[in-house]
T-cell receptor, first 116, second 111 residues
C-alpha cells in the first residue's frame, strides 16, 4: 500500500525552462510534506517543505504547491539548471503527539534531467 | 552538514550471517530512522526511534531489528541476512520529526 506516489519515474527538461514534479498521497492524516533531492552515491538532502495549513511555499527557484482536496503536491523549479539533475523524492508525515512520532514516508522518486 | 556517520559504508556478507549497521549522530536529535533504497521503490522506512529505547516498525521491518541505548547511536541488525536485503541503507535524524537529515548511506551486498 503505497501512501505516497510519484507516478513519473523520469522527467527531462531544457535548461532555463520550468520543471514540474508531481506527487500524490492517500493518507488524509498527513499534515506535512517535504521534497528531497538526491545525487548518486550521496544521501538525500532536504529541499523544501510545506505544512497542510498552507497551499504554497517558495524558496528561491523552488516552489511547492499543495492541493489538499486532490491530495496532490508539486514541486516547481524555475529556471531549471543542469545542476538540478538528480532524483527528487517527495515525503509526507502525519505529525506527532506524545505517543506518536510522525513517520516520514517517501515516494518512489523522479529522476530529473536538465539538458544544457 | 548534520553530524551523521554511518558505518560501515560498504559491506559484503554471506547469506545467513548476522549484520549490524551503525548510525551515530552528534546533533542530539531525538528522532532517528533507518531507510532502505531500492530501484522502483524509493526510500522505504524500516524502523525508527523517537527516543532512547523507544522504537517502532516502519513499512518493511520484517527481518530487521533495531536498538537505541544512547541518544547518539541507532543500530540496525539483520539477524540472518538474505539476498533480498541487498540494498543501500540510509540513516536519518530529525529534531521535531520534520525535516530529516540523512547520512551518506551503507551499501550492503548479501551473496
Amino acid at each position: 500500500d503505497q501512501q505516497v506516489k510519484q507516478n513519473s519515474p523520469s522527467l527531462s527538461v531544457q535548461e532555463g525552462r520550468i520543471s514540474i514534479l508531481n506527487c500524490d498521497y492517500t493518507n488524509s492524516m498527513f499534515d506535512y510534506f517535504l521534497w528531497y533531492k538526491k545525487y548518486p552515491a550521496e544521501g538525500p538532502t532536504f529541499l523544501i517543505s510545506i505544512s497542510s495549513i498552507k497551499d504554497k511555499n517558495e524558496d528561491g527557484r523552488f516552489t511547492v504547491f499543495l492541493n489538499k482536496s486532490a491530495k496532490h503536491l508539486s514541486l516547481h523549479i524555475v529556471p531549471s539548471q543542469p545542476g538540478d539533475s538528480a532524483v527528487y523524492f517527495c515525503a509526507a508525515s502525519a505529525g506527532s503527539s506524545s505517543s506518536n512520532t510522525g513517520k516520514l514516508i517517501f515516494g518512489q522518486g523522479t529522476t530529473l534531467q536538465v539538458k544544457p | 552538514d548534520a553530524g551523521i556517520t554511518q558505518s560501515p559504508r560498504h559491506k559484503v556478507t554471506e547469506t545467513g550471517t548476522p549484520v549490524t549497521l551503525r548510525c551515530h549522530q552528534t546533533e542530539n536529535h531525538r528522532y532517528m530512522y533507518w531507510y532502505r533504497q531500492d530501484p522502483g521503490h524509493g526510500l522505504r522506512l524500516i524502523h525508527y526511534s523517537y527516543g532512547v529505547k523507544d522504537t517502532d516498525k516502519g513499512e518493511v521491518s520484517d527481518g530487521y531489528s533495531v536498538s537505541r541505548s544512547k541518544t547518539e547511536d541507532f543500530l540496525l541488525t539483520l539477524e540472518s541476512a538474505t539476498s533480498s536485503q541487498t540494498s543501500v541503507y540510509f540513516c536519518a535524524i530529525s529534531e521535531w520529526d520534520r525535516e530529516a537529515f540523512f547520512g551518506q548511506g551503507t551499501r550492503l551486498t548479501v551473496v
